[in-house]
């Protein structure tokens, strides 16, 4: 499919090249180790890596986890600790930077680097794998609040409540042409 489905600062993304860069970083996870329900970190500026991130994440059955750009770094890595995030999908550039502040703190994350467009800078050549099935109990996904009390809470959402949110949104907005919420 060649229609744009997605426009980002690093360009427009069809189908097919979407799909294309979130099973290779799918494969590149489960390559690695990541296993249905391993928690996986995720950090970079607000482009295409960090949507291929959370998609391929969760194709390869793990739990998005964002560490949010404007957090400090001892949040991080309570947040790491916290969920047992095993891994850290980083923008290109911010891979060093990542793990030597997760040493600092005694953490040990393996980081697989994604340039802005999603593609991965230095695979390990993993197999081809299929999505992962997963179950309606299964954790979706980490949500951060802002913290506006003081304290930055995180929230775990299963599969159920996630097809319960997407569910509801089309009741509430309907569908777009071309399936897009936001244009």
Do not use: H
């Not at 951060?144 to 569910?167: C, H, I, M, N, R």
């Amino acid at each position: 499919d060649n229609d744009v489905v997605a426009i980002f600062p690093s360009g427009e993304f069809t189908r097919d090249a979407l799909t294309q860069r979130c099973d290779a970083l799918r494969d590149e996870l489960v390559g690695r180790g990541v296993r249905p329900q391993s928690r996986v970190a995720y950090v970079g500026n607000p482009d295409a890596c960090i949507m291929i991130a959370q998609f391929a994440i969760a194709l390869a059955g793990g739990v998005p986890v964002p560490l949010p750009e404007r957090s400090s770094q001892d949040a991080w890595a309570d947040l790491v600790r916290v969920t047992g995030a095993s891994f850290v999908v980083c923008e290109t550039g911010q891979r060093d930077r990542v793990a030597s502040m997760m040493e600092d703190r005694g953490l040990v994350l393996p980081a697989i680097e994604v340039a802005p467009d999603g593609t991965l800078v230095s695979p390990l050549g993993a197999q081809p794998c299929s999505d992962y099935e997963c179950a309606p109990s299964d954790l979706a996904e980490v949500v951060l609040s802002s913290g506006s009390t003081g304290t930055p809470k995180a929230f775990a959402f299963t599969q159920d409540v996630e097809y319960y949110f997407v569910s509801t949104w089309l009741q509430i907005y309907g569908e777009r042409e071309g399936g897009r919420f936001l244009s």
